[in-house]
């Protein structure tokens, strides 16, 4: 074990044991235990101002007037370096940079998916210390790593991840997280427009919902918890999330772990690929966006090339073995029968350790600190049949689920 001001930490393997075997609750790992060297990139906002000068970045940029879900489809971009970013929200942004034209109170600013083997050079300093070793992940570095920058306001659409579990590494700000069990995914409205391969997307506007639209949002059970900084959250493969940045200069850095439970998910998002490739070039109606801006299209051979390598895949891992069966060699944890939404969910001993804790669950009553925003008289649900709907239903991923099951078959 190693030990700090935290208290004690659990050895890594014992770490990695848990995260790719059976800790099936978002978890708070507190203390800097995800940098080789202990350094903690938010000790000086101007130290951290000169460690990025020069780095360029792309920016998604939304009035705060914006209501809505804040789809990437429907935002402004622009390039600009993460000193001039920090200078914008300090109020000293000069006129020849791109963020003058834009009232800090006004709008919030966003880059994220940033990978920092392509952002950084290979001499940057935070590419190399980066390190997720502590969390039993040695061969995972800052090559494989993801940076996010943002200011107050800006956030990230409800959406799981289709591949992989998550680890999130808060480095300056605060981030405020609403997740979702697996098991909610019917009360979250899951659709495909936008298209985006491995984020399937809720049409809940989780910030300010809508249950005329959304009644069975009512139902859901949100996992709340604020990220401080050199903290680190887990995220289990299949849950949901909304993320809200709180501060006005806010650092993340993440990576996906992979499982063995992701040739899986591999066959599920060939399909749809299929699906939405075709479905996209012949139905996307004229003025909307259905796919996500750095999404791209590919050919219907490539994308069934997709399907055949995955079954290939599943069949060489004997995963083919039963046409009806579930995939029974996956990792990914299940329920005991007496757990449910509101149960710990996980008991094992890595909570006895003080700077690991689990997330709790709230209500959804509670979680709306306005009367308004959710209202208990019986919503009145929309009838209203479009194109995108219908296509959702196609791409739906319960029917996505049963596609796959006959793909197994052939």
Not at 41 to 52: G, P, Q, T, V
Not at 115 to 126: A, T
Not at 176 to 186: G, I
Request: proline content about 5%; glycine content about 4%; aromatic content about 12%.
């Amino acid at each position: 074990m190693m030990e700090d001001k935290f208290g004690p930490f659990p050895i890594s393997s014992e770490v990695r044991r848990a995260v790719e075997e059976y800790l099936n609750v978002p978890t708070v790992f507190k203390g800097q235990y995800w940098t080789k060297t202990g350094i903690k990139f938010s000790d000086s906002i101007k130290n951290f101002r000169e460690m990025f000068t020069d780095v360029l970045l792309d920016f998604r940029i939304v009035s705060n007037s914006c209501k809505g879900t804040s789809w990437e489809g429907d935002a402004q971009y622009m390039e600009a370096t993460i000193s001039q970013f920090i200078d914008w929200q300090h109020g000293v942004a000069t006129p020849e940079t791109p963020f003058y034209k834009f009232n800090k109170e006004k709008f919030w600013a966003y880059s994220s998916y940033n990978y920092m083997n392509i952002i950084f050079s290979k001499e940057f300093k935070m590419l190399q210390d980066m390190n997720w070793g502590q969390f039993g992940f040695p061969e995972i570095t800052g090559k494989d790593s993801t940076f996010w920058l943002g200011s107050t306001g800006a956030n990230t659409p409800c959406h799981v991840d289709s591949y992989g579990c998550n680890l999130i590494a808060q480095v300056f700000g605060r981030k405020k997280w609403v997740l979702f069990p697996p098991e909610d995914a019917k009360f979250l409205y899951p659709t495909r427009i936008p298209y985006e391969e491995s984020s399937i997307f809720s049409s809940v506007n989780v910030a300010e919902p809508d249950l005329e639209k959304h009644p069975l949002f009512k139902k859901a059970h949100p996992y709340v918890v604020i990220l401080e900084n050199d903290e680190v959250l887990f995220v289990p493969k299949g849950w949901w999330h909304f993320v809200l940045n709180l501060d006005s200069v806010t650092v993340s850095v993440n990576t996906w772990i992979k499982l063995e439970s992701d040739s899986s998910s591999h066959l599920a998002e060939s399909a749809t690929k299929v699906l939405m490739t075709a479905l996209i070039s012949s139905y996307e109606p004229e003025g909307e966006i259905w796919l996500n801006p750095k999404e791209e299209l590919v050919s219907p051979d490539e994308t069934l090339g997709y399907i055949i390598s995955t079954l290939k895949e599943l069949k060489n891992k004997g995963d083919i073995s039963n046409c009806h069966a579930q995939d029974s060699k996956t990792k990914v944890p299940k329920l005991k029968k007496e757990d449910n939404v509101h149960s710990e969910r996980c008991n094992d001993n890595i909570f006895s350790f003080q700077n690991i804790i689990s997330v709790k669950s709230t209500s959804i009553l509670k979680l709306y600190s306005k009367e308004n925003e959710i209202s208990s008289e019986k919503p009145q649900c929309d009838h209203e049949i479009t194109t995108e709907k219908i296509i959702n239903c196609f791409v739906h991923p319960d029917v996505i689920k049963l596609v796959c099951q006959l793909l197994k078959e052939i």
